[in-house]
Every structure is written in C-alpha cells, then in structure tokens.
C-alpha cells in the first residue's frame, strides 16, 4: 500500500433557502516512495526479464467545485 499526506481548505455557502449550495476545495498531496516488480530476480530471455517500476517525488494539486442540495434544510 502507499501511504502519505492530504492537506485541504475548503468553504462552503447556501444560495437562498431552497437547499441548493456551492462548496470549493483545494488541496496538496504527496505520497511517499513506490517501488514494485514482477517477481523475478534476475534478467534473462528465458523469463522474459525482471522489470521493476521505481516511482518517487509523487505529489499533485487537486481542485474541486461542487453544487450541492441538502434535504429537509428548513
């Protein structure tokens, strides 16, 4: 499994009283170290070869807009 940290802000704001809503979010992720491979411990033809996927650095911006409607508001 990967394992890491999400930080976000967000702000929400009713529009009127007929339940509808507007909500923002913007967040900053950043996981840590992956490394996997196919099992196989050395390269050779027979075996089709090791192959090993080494990822690192990976964190992203995420951004979202939602309209949102609430049940039974009043």
Do not use: P
Not at 16 to 40: Q, W
């Amino acid at each position: 499994s990967t394992e890491g940290e999400y930080m976000a802000l967000g702000y929400a704001k009713m529009l009127g009283d007929r339940g509808f809503g507007i909500r923002f979010e913007s967040g900053y992720l950043e996981l840590d170290d992956v490394t996997t491979n196919n099992g196989v411990t050395t390269a050779s033809v027979a075996n089709g070869g090791k192959n090993t996927i080494k990822a690192d650095h990976l964190e992203g911006l995420v951004g979202k807009i939602a309209l949102t409607f609430t049940l039974g508001n009043k």
